[in-house]
């Protein structure tokens, strides 16, 4: 065979493929083409689900809003994990830390990217009932959406068009409980004599709650994070015999009667089992913790001064044994010395890619310095300060802005 194309020696070829004009009944007739009937198949809407989200997990986040309005399937796939792990795997999804205050019925929000000062994201008019202290409230985000769970009221923040709308309630009231979200379900433990020796779930597509668990130890003042399917109760008051209005009592006057819970229970959601619970090191009160590059971060208080540690939380990820499990003590935040560390300072603490944002989010800081005879200048509420798991090092980051009084931080992908 010549190296060289020559269309002589295809025209035999040629010629077969085409139907012969005696020939009447082939079996493929050519069909004439129908306009019409081309442009329905190549639209879009007609691509399966797994070929539609390959599309639009690649717009810019500008227009996802508009996007999820176009149809009920496209806002269904447009809040599935699978658009979620598209636009992370495309580079897509910028880690952003939310704060949530109230004042005077309206619910303020701001936004925290890295390299930027914090940005007002709305405010909005709301009947909000008994999350008037949002600071007693728990945040859990899923996707773009953040849920904010009051003792007995449930909101959801769509931080794609700024509006908040309301959900199913807990099946238990809960005041000061531990709540993460697990394969896209919000798990929720302690919190009260009888919603303590429970744990719920939450199940954003059908918003609905169900018990799933009963907790190995009531608490109260206990903190909730999430590492490879474990959800953490951290932390906390433990419960003794008191019930009801005598809980209440004891609570209020400074709740003589408990203890600390310096420890943690690990309840694995797939397996639906409770693993073996850890003692903090060091003792003291767990003020704050989270969840951060597979590591579970806890800020306790030891009357004068702050202990800051690590633990090793991949189970998966670490070969199934090894390093799970071990505590580090590390840097401990670099306070500035007008804030004293006592029972006045609380702080919130949000987990941010390989970072630990930590914000204080206690009441006016004239408190804090009420009785030091100094004073202070430059020194407001909601004090930022980032710890780099990386370089294991404390950066100063922006305040919150003088709006957000005890404010819930909260992390989001969006």
């Known amino acids: 065979m010549s190296d060289s194309c020559n269309s002589r020696h295809f025209s035999w070829l040629m010629k077969s493929c085409f139907p012969s004009p005696q020939h009447t009944n082939s079996p493929n007739p050519i069909q004439p083409i129908n306009a019409a009937t081309t442009a329905t198949i190549t639209t879009i ?79 909005l008019l709301f009947e909000i009932g008994s999350l008037d202290n949002i600071s007693h409230a728990r945040l859990s985000a899923i996707g773009p959406r953040i849920y904010i769970i009051g003792r007995n009221r449930l909101f959801c923040y769509d931080t794609w068009s700024a509006t908040i709308s309301s959900r199913s309630s807990m099946i238990f009231p809960r005041k000061k409980f531990a709540t993460a979200v697990v394969s896209s379900k919000i798990y929720v433990a302690g919190g009260g004599p009888r919603a303590a020796a429970t744990v719920e779930e939450y199940d954003p597509d059908t918003d609905s709650w169900s018990l799933v668990a009963q907790a190995p130890r009531k608490r109260f003042g206990c903190i909730g994070a999430a590492v490879d399917g474990v959800f953490y109760v951290i932390g906390g008051l433990k419960i003794g015999g008191l019930a009801g209005n005598e809980f209440s009592r004891a609570a209020t006057a400074g709740a003589e009667a408990y203890v600390y819970a310096s420890s943690m229970d690990l309840y694995d959601v797939e397996a639906k089992v409770w693993l073996r619970s850890r003692a903090v090191p060091g003792g003291g009160c767990v003020v704050a913790a989270c969840a951060a590059a597979g590591f579970v971060y806890i800020l306790a208080s030891h009357a004068v001064e702050l202990s800051f540690w690590r633990f090793d939380a991949r189970r998966k990820s670490s070969g199934g044994g090894g390093a799970f499990g071990e505590w580090c003590r590390i840097k401990s935040p670099p306070l500035p010395a007008q804030v004293r560390v006592d029972g006045t300072v609380r702080f919130s603490c949000v987990g941010v890619e390989d970072k630990v944002v930590l914000i204080q989010v206690n009441g006016c800081i004239d408190d804090l310095l009420r009785g030091s005879g100094r004073n202070v200048r430059g020194l407001k509420e909601g004090l930022v300060l980032i710890y780099d798991c990386s370089r294991e090092e404390w950066i100063r980051g922006p305040d919150l802005p003088e709006v957000m009084r005890r404010a819930a931080c909260v992390s989001v992908e969006c």
């Open 45 to 123: 809407s007609s691509l399966p689900d797994d070929l539609l989200l390959e599309c639009i997990s690649r717009v810019p986040s500008s227009s996802l809003p508009s996007l999820s309005l176009v149809c009920r399937r496209w806002s269904h796939l447009l809040r599935s994990s699978s658009f979620l792990s598209l636009r992370r795997l495309h580079n897509l999804l910028h880690p952003t830390v939310f704060a949530f205050s109230v004042s005077n019925s309206t619910l303020f929000a701001a936004n925290l990217c890295f390299q930027e000062p914090w940005q007002i994201a709305s405010c």
